[in-house]
């Protein structure tokens, strides 16, 4: 196995939760199927900026919330790039 490769990983698709900042993605290696990530957690500093990228971890009723209120679009997005089995 040659390891994992950088220049072979891409970003699909990703959303956002401005309240939790919590992103969801859709991401590709080489010639996989693309699949559905969940985190990392971006927060934003007390001067606003965003900070370092930390992971997900447990989630919130309001990272439940905006999930669930994004859960079809994202599922829509995925299909786009892969049908269901």
């Known amino acids: 196995m040659a390891g994992f490769d950088p220049s072979k990983d891409k970003k ?3 959303w956002r939760c401005e309240e939790t900042g919590l992103l969801i993605s859709i991401n590709q290696y ?3 199927d ?9 927060l934003k500093g007390k001067d606003g900026n965003d900070r370092a990228p930390a ?7 309001e990272d439940v919330d905006w999930l669930y209120s ?3 679009e994202i599922k829509q997005e995925l299909e786009s790039y892969v049908a269901p089995e």
């Open 55 to 61: 992971k997900a971890g447990r989630l919130s009723i």
């Open 70 to 72: 994004m859960i079809d």
């Open 30 to 32: 080489g010639e996989g």
């Open 34 to 42: 693309p699949k559905l990530q969940i985190g990392p957690r971006i």
């Open 12 to 14: 699909l698709k990703e």
